[in-house]
């Protein structure tokens, strides 16, 4: 689950308190929370996992050998994140398979329904589609313990899509107008797609339902929640700007 920029949004900026203010071990002793945390690093180490094949995959569409190396590159990163997940969920007693399973469904699913047709709109995909989930699970990250949000904001750090998705992108458009509108349409489907999974995610795991809506971890309150997807949207539309988009 790659993150192609990072949003400028108050909720990471505010001062720790609460939860948010405590280490690992020491929020850790709630069992609650600890099943929110444990169900949230599943989600992005399989998140991560799933980038990593879906950059190698996109590599075939690559049009040039360079095109093709930084992309996997950019995959190589993305399977580092995982393995830093998958060892700090073995390091805090969890198995990291079965802490992956219950969102293999869904993330698959989200995957299912967006394979792009062609090169360009995998790299749209990567910067706009994930960029969403990116920035949903670093609003999460500010109301978690400092040891895990910690690492989860680590592992969202751009591995170098995001200038190389709007170099490439801007370019195309450049040399045919009409492709414009086609990626316009489709950055569109991403995001509505990207927000019901994001959705679905969360209501299917009570731990990590109750942590966001304010049972745990000084979670959002209904008023909170609209502001945060005004800021996902509000990077949404930055991102598509940058792409030479209409959002």
Known sequence: MRSMETSDTPETEKTPTGIAAQDWDTAAA?????AAVVDLLGALAYGELAAFERLAEDAKLAPTLEDKAELAKMASAEFHHF???RDRLAAVGEEPTAAM????????GFHRQTAPSDWLEGLVKAYVGD???SDFYREVAARLDSDTRDLVLQVLDDTGHASFAVEK???????????GGRLALWARR???EALSQAQRVVADRDALSTMLVGGLADGFDLAEVGKM???ITEAHTKRMSALGLAA
């Open 30 to 34: 709630d069992p609650q929370y600890r």
């Open 83 to 85: 393995e830093r997940l």
């Open 101 to 108: 399973e219950p969102f293999a469904a869904a993330l698959d």
């Open 131 to 133: 960029s969403i989930a």
């Open 169 to 179: 992108v801007r370019a195309a458009i450049e040399a045919d107008p009409r492709v």
């Open 190 to 192: 991403l995001m509505g």
């Open 229 to 231: 997807f005004s800021r």
